[in-house]
């Protein structure tokens, strides 16, 4: 090892063991016990992260590497824990290097982001629109990506183009079967929604996961296009959709993220969706249309250089929830054998589906994850019906087909009568999501003290 590397792997370290202190300490939010245990239990968790840690700082050190391809390397000012889920025991951070603006490194591929730029380049182009490019570098280690900043205020006329754009997004990611885009991963920039994170694209069917009398239910959701996650769902509250109105969301290391996914006026003020869907519903229109046209390339498209694709068995949200009892209860530390039992039962009891060697191996590796302090990560190749762990590991045959034949399946399901009714799911959403909020907004005005 060099010097410059030594010295680059040293300062990466030093700053990951800072943010797994600093997540060993919000882990412990709704800790119950004595102060003493709870001293007790962050000093293991922190020697248990320690264990990742090192592989986590090479593999951000390999990536600088290849950024510089054989050069000097920087000299690293600061690195920031930008407070991502932790898989594997290694999250997104942000690096500031002398002589260069700041990076993001991700512990992944780009490839699900380089899928749908194209797919946006081709169909937005067709429609007069020039998405502005993400700046990201491949490394065998993962990525590394140029900050996407936020926009400067937009004029009425220029977020009337915004939201277009978004109806465009919308439209694509329905097509591509690209689900998760809330508010944390769409920025607004240079007038257009940009997907800063669109890791669940080409989501296969998940319904083998979901009780049988569900299961139709949840294939119609899965067809529509509420299933991107772009929309407001009347279920959610607050709302995290990148249409939405969230302000931000509390992160894995306790810190509060301000939302960036909606354009702003002079004052500051939220270009409001509500308010722009005629925009909307014209781009998505539009680029379905155009889309009809591009079904064909659009399966080459996405079959180039892919990658693995990420698959969500259960939300985020339920696994923060067990993650809060979990490492609030002394238990946890006095008795770590019988409250990963209560766990595996805990995960094994709320599938809802029949017994069987998957389910097993899954929820095996749910509660490693969870006892290691990771939110769980499960993967999907494009042709085949087996689902993978965090670690590539073949737990079986997870869905009813492989991902590549249900994206088939939905290009082929798209036909003029299909957008009328996909128009009317966005009419219903935004148009229901205004009520309900000035049902609220009434309902705080008019509270009794």
Known sequence: MTHGREKLYSEILSRIAEANRARAVHRQRAWQGSEAEASQFRSEMIRAAARSAEPFA????DSIEDLYAGGELPDVTSIEDLGGDAHSGMFPLKINAAGRGPLI????????????????????????????PLSVT?????????????????TTSRASKYYYAAG?????????RL???NHENIIANEGFPSVVDAEFICQPSMELFHPAGLRETRRAFEDSVLATLMLPLPDRHPDPSGLGLSRGSRCANGRWSASKHLPVN???ECYEARDYLIEIVEGFRDAYLKLLDY??????????????IRVAVRPTDFYVSLEERLWGSPTTLNDPEGAAERLRGELRAS??????EVVSRLVKSEAEALLRGDIPIFFARLEEDTIYSDKIEPLGRGFPCPPLDSLRARLSSMRLEDVEEQVSAIQQSLVSNMARRETRSTAALTRPS
Do not use: M
């Open 58 to 61: 090479q593999a951000v050190a």
């Open 105 to 132: 490194f991700k512990p992944r591929s780009a490839w699900s982001e380089r899928c749908l730029q194209r797919v946006l380049a081709d169909v937005g182009g067709a429609l007069g629109l020039s998405w502005p």
């Open 138 to 154: 491949e490394t065998a280690s993962g990525s590394l990506w140029e900050v996407v900043p936020h926009d400067k205020p937009l």
């Open 168 to 176: 465009v997004l919308l439209a694509a990611s329905h097509a591509l």
């Open 179 to 181: 689900s998760d885009l």
């Open 266 to 268: 002079e004052r500051g």
């Open 295 to 308: 079904r064909n390339a659009l399966v080459e498209t996405v079959s180039r250089d892919a990658g693995l």
């Open 351 to 356: 599938l809802e589906v029949d017994d069987g």
